[in-house]
């Protein structure tokens, strides 16, 4: 088998996609807290992969997102929304001293870390 440099590139480039997709399965395995938006279903199908606390934000406007803002000490929360409520969240976290640790564009939502 001769190696060229296009199967070379084509070989790095398919391992990187792979590695890439599974970082928010593997990111979030240790999160305390997921939020996500159940009227997006890659969000709902990222929440149903983790046995965890989760907030559905769906209808977090209508209380002022009240269940996130007295969440008693979750120690690392992890989400996939979309960059508005991501906004939001990241804003309320941020008053409680989390810091973000990870922002990923992935499947149109983002998925992101705080700690």
Known sequence: MTLSRRTILKSGI???AVSASSTAALASRSA???IFDSRNPTSVRFASTHFVRK???AG???NF???LRSDPASRKIAG???WSDFILARGFLEERGKRLTVEKLQDGLFFW???
């Open 14 to 16: 398919a391992a990187a």
């Open 60 to 62: 977090e406007d209508k």
């Open 65 to 67: 997102w009240q269940n």
């Open 55 to 57: 907030i559905d934000i």
């Open 113 to 115: 870390e705080m700690q």
């Open 32 to 34: 305390d807290l997921i």
């Open 80 to 82: 996939m929304t979309g």
